[in-house]
């Protein structure tokens, strides 16, 4: 498996996490082609060496030409899935940008169409945020770590005046997110790269085993006089003949039982717990005393998540009491294959015991946006799929 880990010693912004993958060997010629499938107008992509505190890194700068419009959401939804790009690297990127907005919108106390975006909706964050997307999908990244992050101290200035480190939207992405502190004063890290991060990586924590292949370092606009204002990304791999039957590590189970909570509120409090970083949520209808029908909802959290997750059970919904147990469990080892079918490329998920593949399954989001693409039923897409992976040579 291929790992992307961003080191986020200096914080992170948008520009720097597409800075820090040009640096780890992207082509400059590949990100610029799939950008300039975005049609934005009057737009100059600058790309350079440069030298922070002694340390190279690469510079991502999007230059207008001419001002650009603030844009609603839904603006730039339509703007990003009417251009010819992949279909994940489509769906990654309005990801981001939905979360962002979700951001923005509970700030404001608005609905997330009335957030009118003012520098998220410029073309430089536009640009930041596809241009992660192309990048980790052309550097073939399967998997997405990041460590703690560093946000910076005291205050900034922005369209709203000025405001305390972590900014408000950026204070809101990283909840439930590890933080290391930093005695930089200002910004480190912005709404645009906590949306990238908080988005599409899978957990949050050290450098994990594998082995090194690159290493690239994303350029700040800033000098900073404390450090070196780059982001690190080390790009390498996991050991694909992984033993029969690996135990992944231990995880925690949490259980609370619901006899008075509304569906709106279930449904609500699955999508916190998964934004918080639970690796599964699911409910179980259940009788409880007095023959009442209820809910069990049960979490499987890492294990160092387990209070944060406790906590967001607790107050997120009516229960009184959460249970928990420390268990073990066995994964198979988990690797992707892209085939070409009628509907366009689909990534199939493979799981592996020892030396030996024992499962598959076509990749539910490239499946849903191929459909939708397409006007194609769900499950003709997924049975093409299939058979594409049958055929294969």
């Known amino acids: 498996m291929k790992i992307a880990y961003f080191d986020c010693f200096g914080g992170a912004a948008g520009d720097m996490i597409v800075g820090a993958c040009l640096d780890a060997g992207l082509s400059a010629d590949r990100l610029r082609g799939e950008l300039a499938k975005l049609n934005l107008p009057d737009i100059e992509l600058q790309i350079k060496k440069v030298t922070k505190k002694g340390i190279s890194a690469t510079a991502f700068v999007p230059a207008g030409t001419s001002k650009q ?16 790009l992949s279909a994940r690297v489509r769906q990654r990127a309005v990801a981001i940008f939905e979360r962002l907005g979700q951001a923005e919108a509970k700030i404001h106390q608005r609905s997330v169409e009335e957030i009118h975006f003012h520098e998220v909706g410029a073309a430089d964050a536009i640009l930041d945020i596809v241009g992660a997307c ?73 450098l994990p085993e594998m082995t090194i292949e690159a290493i690239g ?44 909570a509304t569906g709106e509120l279930i449904g609500h409090l699955g999508e916190t717990l998964m934004q918080a970083g639970a690796l599964d949520v699911f409910f179980t209808p259940v009788v409880m005393k007095k023959n009442r029908p209820g809910t069990q909802i049960t979490v499987l959290a890492p294990v160092e998540l387990a209070d944060l997750l406790t906590e967001r059970l607790l107050t997120e919904s009516t229960t009184f009491g959460v249970r928990r147990h420390v268990c073990d469990r066995t994964v198979l080892a988990r690797s992707h294959r892209t085939v070409e079918t009628q509907f366009g490329p689909i990534r199939i998920k493979i799981g592996t015991l020892g030396d030996r593949p024992v499962t598959c399954s076509p990749e539910y989001e490239d499946c849903r946006q191929a459909a939708r693409r397409h006007g194609a039923t769900l499950k003709s897409v997924m049975a093409a799929a299939m058979i594409a992976w049958g055929s294969r040579d």
């Open 69 to 84: 419009p603030c844009r609603h959401l839904s603006q730039i939804i339509e703007l990003i899935r009417a251009a010819d």
């Open 134 to 206: 192309v990048a980790l999908e052309a550097l073939e990244i399967e998997q997405i770590i990041c460590s703690p992050l560093a946000v910076g101290s005291g205050t900034i200035r922005c369209a709203h005046g000025t405001l305390p480190v972590p900014a408000p939207a950026t204070a809101e992405l990283i909840k439930g997110v590890p933080l290391r502190t930093s005695n930089v004063e200002g910004e480190l890290l912005t709404p645009t790269g906590a949306a990238i991060l908080t988005t599409l990586a899978e957990r949050f924590g050290s």
């Open 217 to 260: 370092y994303g350029a700040g606009q800033r000098d900073l006089e404390e450090q070196p204002n780059v982001l690190r990304l080390i790009v390498g791999r996991t050991d694909d003949a992984e033993p029969a039957n690996a135990t992944a590590g231990r995880i925690a189970v949490l259980e609370t039982n619901l006899d008075d």
